[in-house]
């Protein structure tokens, strides 16, 4: 398998760290990382796009050329073809709260804060627009403000002693946040604090930027 990757990038970060998550539970996985280099518009050509058709990272290319081009489903298609070691938890009822967490921090935090940075200082150079960077924000505020108040009971992951996918993803929203120096969680102390234990786990060392 071939991971198309994106340094730095929210949903590509997202994968990177349930990709370290795994490894350090012990499972192998048989992956290589190609990163896409998208100043080379590397991800515009025929031959990328017809790995994607939207031209977004991640994507995973499987052994027989099929692709999966969508972060989430190939995080759930890993965890099919690796089962041991879950990244999202032992019962039912842990995964339905674990995946409720993940939808929380993709569609309330990864995708406004994204859409916030290029908004404003897009790493890839997107034109400003402080209409939707200002709609982006007043949503990431309602959502942060619910989360520092879930954080506040000090737990070491988001569900609690055992890292899921959805800290995989909230880490993805916050490393892309460190390009608009919006990382300044100041306002929302339980969740910087999850943030500076999370970063200096062993695991995701290597997959975090700066
Ligand atoms: N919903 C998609 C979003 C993918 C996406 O927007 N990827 C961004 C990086 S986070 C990208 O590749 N941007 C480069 C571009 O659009 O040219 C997913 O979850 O994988």
């Known amino acids: 398998m071939i991971l198309h990757d994106l340094p730095g990038a929210p949903n590509p970060t997202k994968v990177r760290l349930y990709l370290a998550e795994k490894m350090a539970k012990g499972v192998t996985l048989d992956l290589e990382?190609?990163?896409?280099?998208?100043?080379?518009?590397?991800?515009?050509?025929?031959?990328?796009?017809?790995?994607?058709?939207?031209?977004?990272?991640?994507?995973?290319?499987?052994?027989?050329?099929?692709?999966?081009?969508e972060s989430?489903?190939?995080?759930?298609?890993?965890?099919?073809?690796?089962?041991?070691?879950?990244?999202?938890?032992?019962?039912?009822?842990?995964r339905g709260q674990a995946r409720t967490l993940e939808r929380v921090a993709d569609v309330r935090i990864l995708i406004p804060s994204a859409t916030y940075v290029h908004a404003t200082n897009s790493p890839l150079g997107?034109?400003?627009?402080?209409?939707?960077a200002a709609h982006a924000l007043a949503q990431l505020?309602?959502?942060?403000?619910?989360?520092?108040?879930?954080?506040?009971?000090?737990?070491?992951f988001l569900m609690g002693e055992r890292v899921t996918v959805a800290d995989c993803t909230l880490q993805g929203a916050l490393?892309?946040?460190?390009?608009?120096?919006?990382?300044?969680?100041?306002?929302?102390?339980?969740?910087?604090?999850?943030?500076?234990?999370?970063?200096?786990?062993?695991?995701v060392k290597s997959v975090l930027m700066f």
């Open 72 to 94: 989430l489903p190939i995080i759930e298609y890993l965890e099919e073809k690796y089962p041991q070691g879950s990244m999202w938890g032992e019962t039912a009822e842990e």
């Open 126 to 132: 997107w034109p400003a627009n402080p209409a939707i």
């Open 175 to 203: 490393q892309f946040m460190r390009f608009r120096e919006l990382e300044n969680l100041a306002e929302f102390e339980n969740i910087a604090r999850w943030s500076a234990d999370y970063r200096v786990r062993e695991p």
């Open 141 to 156: 505020q309602v959502a942060f403000s619910w989360l520092n108040r879930e954080l506040a009971d000090g737990r070491p």
């Open 33 to 69: 990382i190609r990163k896409v280099n998208v100043f080379k518009k590397a991800n515009r050509t025929a031959e990328f796009l017809a790995k994607n058709p939207f031209g977004t990272m991640p994507v995973l290319e499987l052994d027989d050329g099929r692709t999966i081009f």
